[in-house]
């Protein structure tokens, strides 16, 4: 047993699903040619002012309220200074002194074991623009460029308590602050698109003191796995460190994928941004009626999803979690129980095939040509006995590349189910004639004989055969031959 504790905070920016910036009416959109949505307000030339986006102000208080967070009811925005070529106005509007939402929480499951992660803060910022380097970093390349189209972009910035003590706990806090988020409508949540984006404080302390140790701010993590694996091995960086007699310095380091390794990347002591409230920008006052009125336009969020699931359809806890871990997965399903409302055959189709083929192709579910409605048909076609489950497997993988309808793939493919059993008893004959070693086993005790048997007829039929039919004739047709 290790003699450390980890001690774990994470400071997550999200981008708000806004169509524009938050003090300009720039577009917010991915991917465009860059500077092409910028103007005198988002690329801070003197003498601009902009006026407070509404939408951002609402999807912010949406997010706090989601995250079980208190909102403030006055508040105001804050001026972050410090030079760098990607901030025009050499600050950064954000919320400093009193963000708008705080003392909220989530709850995590790790190793069937539950935890709350209390959230300290949730406030509303500005993204700065993004530099690239010519050469592969910023102190080797001869010069860099800079795209403002991000610049103005609205942000929630969410803190934890430093409460999390594992690289598996940091990766399920993630993944249930995305699942919230989404469902609750205010981000994308794509953290290869950039509008979710991560660091991680990490400190050790000897198990058993409560004084906290020195911690070093991660960077450069681009997936939640790599956010896990990069807080396990600064905890192991750290430890070794500290054994050696030696001592952590406060510092970034950044993650190196490649490599599976953190960096030093630049010394961070008490960093001064000299913030001062933004005199030129109007305050912000929200009612609590108004408040009141956002709670109100909040969905079913991930915990409640996954609660009805267990207790409503009588799902498995795992699967519910499975299926509430994202907001198109639950969907989803709802739609297909409303054709087919068998909640385990389902659970046990979308676990099963569905997933599997999104993983093996690495796709999105948006992505899949399947629809809710034909996989209901599916469903249905196995269990009225029209097609054998193995069948379906195959009918279903043509489905998700096709997205026919299941029913024409069947027929256009002469894969009906031979439940018929005239047309059955020629080929059992056949295969009861073909292997009398088989046959003698299965009569003189031997069960596991027949499965041989059925299998053979299975084979015959290309799959085909109705195995339960199958398996009784043949009982039958056994038990005649002996006593005959
Ligand atoms: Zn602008």
Redesign the pocket.
Known sequence: MSKYEAVIGLEVHVELKTN??L????STAFGKEPNT???????GLPGST?VLNRKAVELATKAGLALNCEIETYTWFDRKNYYYPDLPKGYQISQVFRPIAHNGYLDIEVDGRNKRIHIRRAHLEEDPGKLTHSGSSITTSHSSCVDYNR??IPLIEIVSEPEISSGAEAKAYLEKLKAILEYAGVSDVKMEQGSLRCDANVSVRPLGTSTLGTKTEIKNMNSFRAVERAIEYEIERQIEVLEDGGEIIQETRGWDENKGITVAMRNKENPDYRCFMDQEIAHIELTPEWIEGVRATLPELPDARRKRLIEEHGLPAYDAEIITSSLDLAEFFDAVYAEFPDAKTISNWIMGELLRLLNARNMELFEAKVTPKYFAKLLELIKKGTISNKIGKEVFEQMFETGQDPERIVKDKGLVQISDEGQLASILTEVIAKNPKSVADFQSGKEQALGFLVGQVMKATKGQANPGLVNSMLRKMLSQNNSG
Request: charge should be positive; hydrophobic fraction near 20%; proline fraction near 6%.
């Open positions: 524009t910036k003090y300009c009416g720039c949505q910028v103007c005198p307000v988002c690329l902009g610049s103005g």
